[in-house]
Structures are given as structure tokens and as C-alpha cells.
């Protein structure tokens, strides 16, 4: 099963998260095999951590749980909130397998937040800048509640645009990076 989590930071956590993060590489590199995608959201300054957001497939909701608040940073209280929905791998691929490289062009986390009749679950053939796409789902996968997205674009306007506007409550679009321990 594969899940989308998004650990939202707390105000002013910034300097307990440097003190934790070899302790959140140390976590995560137990998950390596699992995940499809990682990396920190950004503020509009491009520099200030807002969150930190993992796609990664694992045997059942139990195990997304004990990920998702097992996690050092959660358990230190950096994080303000945690978002952990189901999730369909729509591209097939991990972030690492993106034709685009790791650091070419702005990147950006789009979130469409809904409900109802499901949007946005084709991915159309000339979208060559997405990382990881797909739907957000219920905790049993039958109820689609949005779409989750990581791409590559030019700015936050052409990011959002890789959703139908009219389709979400909200849409919410993050500066993000691939993440991982730097090579």
C-alpha cells in the first residue's frame, strides 16, 4: 500500500530539526527500500523548512502510522501537524527514476484537497515534469479526497495548474526539494 505523508513544522522549530537531523536521516535510511518520493517544503524565501514530506509503499495503515508519528522530529514536537493519506503511485516510478535530475528548474509540492467526484486521476502523456503523482485517498482506498503531486515548473502559478481549480476545496502549492542524506 502506498501512502502520502506531509509533517508540517511547527513555528520556530528550525533549530530543533538541525539538532535532530542526523537522527531523521538515521530514521529514514530504514525506509529507503520503501519510499518514492521525500524532501523538504520550503517557505517563499526559498531557505526556511516548512515540512517534510515522504511517499513511500508499506504493508498496511498500521505501519504508515508508526512512520509517520515514530518519526524523530514528530516525537521532539518540530512538527505542527501531520497529513497521512492512502496513496496511488500513478507515474509508476520513484522520484529518483525522474528524467529530470535532482536539481534542474524550481520544484514544487501541489496538494488538491477534496471531496465527492474524483479529479485529476489521469495523468495526461506531456507531463514530463512531474516527480511523483497521484491520488489521495481514505483510509480504506475507496474515497478519493484529493491529489498529491511533486513537479518540476516554473513558478507556483504553472504548478498549481496541473490541477482542475474548480474540482478542489483548496489547493496548496509548496516550494519543495528531493530529499535525502547529501551525496
Not at 531523521?24 to 519510499?35: F, G
Not at 502523456?125 to 479526497?145: C, F, H, V
Request: proline share 4%; hydrophobic share 40%; glycine share 10%.
Amino acid at each position: 500500500m502506498e501512502f502520502f505523508c506531509y509533517h508540517r513544522d511547527r513555528r520556530g522549530s528550525a533549530a530543533l530539526r538541525s539538532e535532530l537531523l542526523q537522527e531523521h536521516w538515521s530514521y529514514m535510511d530504514r525506509y529507503a527500500a520503501q519510499m518514492i518520493a521525500r524532501g523538504p517544503t520550503f517557505a517563499a524565501d526559498g531557505a526556511t523548512v516548512t515540512g517534510s514530506v515522504h511517499i513511500l509503499d508499506l504493508p498496511d495503515s498500521a505501519a504508515a502510522r508508526a512512520f509517520a508519528f515514530d518519526e524523530p522530529n514528530y516525537q521532539a514536537g518540530a512538527y505542527r501537524d501531520v497529513l497521512l493519506r492512502r496513496w496511488r503511485n500513478t507515474l509508476g516510478r520513484t522520484m529518483w527514476d525522474f528524467p529530470g535530475g535532482r536539481t534542474d528548474g524550481n520544484r514544487y509540492l501541489v496538494l488538491g484537497l477534496g471531496a465527492g467526484q474524483a479529479a485529476d486521476l489521469d495523468v495526461r502523456p506531456d507531463r514530463d515534469d512531474l516527480i511523483a503523482y497521484g491520488p489521495l485517498l481514505s483510509d480504506d482506498g475507496a474515497s478519493w479526497l484529493g491529489t498529491a503531486a511533486l513537479l518540476r515548473a516554473e513558478d507556483a502559478d504553472e504548478a498549481r495548474a496541473v490541477l482542475t481549480p474548480d474540482r478542489y476545496a483548496d489547493i496548496e502549492v509548496h516550494n519543495w526539494a528531493f530529499g535525502g542524506r547529501p551525496s
